[in-house]
């Protein structure tokens, strides 16, 4: 089975350009994430989505950031415009949900690493 | 809100020796999962071990076991045996029962020597 895939793996832009990230899920997981990392810290959550639906997005900076996963499976991550502090590893994982209080494992890529000069 | 604390920015062990990494946790539920999870240079969060908080018995996964402390909120992760491979980030996560966020802390470098 392919695990989550996140393309590109390193990008570097300068300041006030837009950014954009890929990912592709693991077949059949219904729920995926980003997840922004900073230097030296651990993931912090940005955006969920259950299929279509974003249902989990309160940490998104809304005027700078915005995602898709159109059809419910790929999703885009973009920054427009990228700004100094926006340098991080951003993440992105999928997990299979049905509901309930069953644990579902997240399955994490190897995230794509950007710096803003 | 929940929080996860991790006070060991850095760890080092002898190849073939054993290392405790502490976690401590913070919040009001009472069903929830506890994770660690391990970072390699790769980047890719790799599940080491879980466990759910209604159970006593502490997890084991061959080398890695877990001391689970829920009165006092500490998860603390032992590595048996170090291996070169075990060299990494290692993070503390945790997750609500009927939530799907998972919330980590700050991670503790692991450094192992030969």
């Known amino acids: 089975e392919a695990g989550v895939v996140q393309s590109p793996r390193y990008k570097i832009i300068e300041k006030k350009q837009p950014v954009a990230f890929w990912c592709n899920p693991i077949?059949?997981?219904?729920?995926l994430y980003w997840y922004r990392q900073n230097l030296g810290q651990g993931p912090e959550l940005l955006i969920r989505?259950?299929?279509?639906?974003?249902?989990?997005d309160s940490q998104l900076p809304k005027d700078r950031f915005s995602a898709e996963r159109l059809k419910g499976v790929d999703s885009t991550l973009k920054i427009q415009p990228a700004e100094l502090g926006d340098s991080a590893v951003y993440l992105c994982?999928?997990?299979?949900?049905?509901?309930?209080?069953?644990?579902?494992?997240?399955?994490f890529g190897p995230g794509t690493r950007l710096t803003v000069l | 809100a929940q929080t996860v604390t991790q006070s060991q920015p850095e760890m080092s062990v002898q190849e073939a020796e054993t290392v405790t990494l502490s976690c401590t946790y913070d919040?009001?539920?009472?069903?929830?999962?506890l994770f660690w999870y391990k970072q390699p240079p790769s980047r890719q969060m790799i599940l080491v071990i879980r466990?759910?908080?209604?159970?006593?018995q502490n997890a084991t996964e061959n080398r890695f076991s877990v001391n689970f402390q829920k009165a006092a909120k500490s998860f603390s992760l032992k590595i048996s045996d170090s291996q070169l491979g075990d060299a990494a980030m290692y993070f503390c996560?945790?997750?609500?029962?009927?939530?799907?966020?998972?919330?980590f802390g700050g991670g503790t470098r692991l450094m192992v020597k030969p």
């Open positions: 994982a999928s997990s299979r949900n049905s509901g309930g209080y069953i644990y579902n494992e997240q399955f």
């Open positions: 077949s059949g997981h219904n729920t």
């Open positions: 989505y259950e299929n279509e639906e974003a249902v989990d």
């Open positions: 919040t009001s539920e009472s069903d929830y999962y």
């Open positions: 466990q759910e908080a209604y159970k006593q």
């Open positions: 996560a945790y997750k609500w029962n009927a939530g799907n966020m998972l919330t």
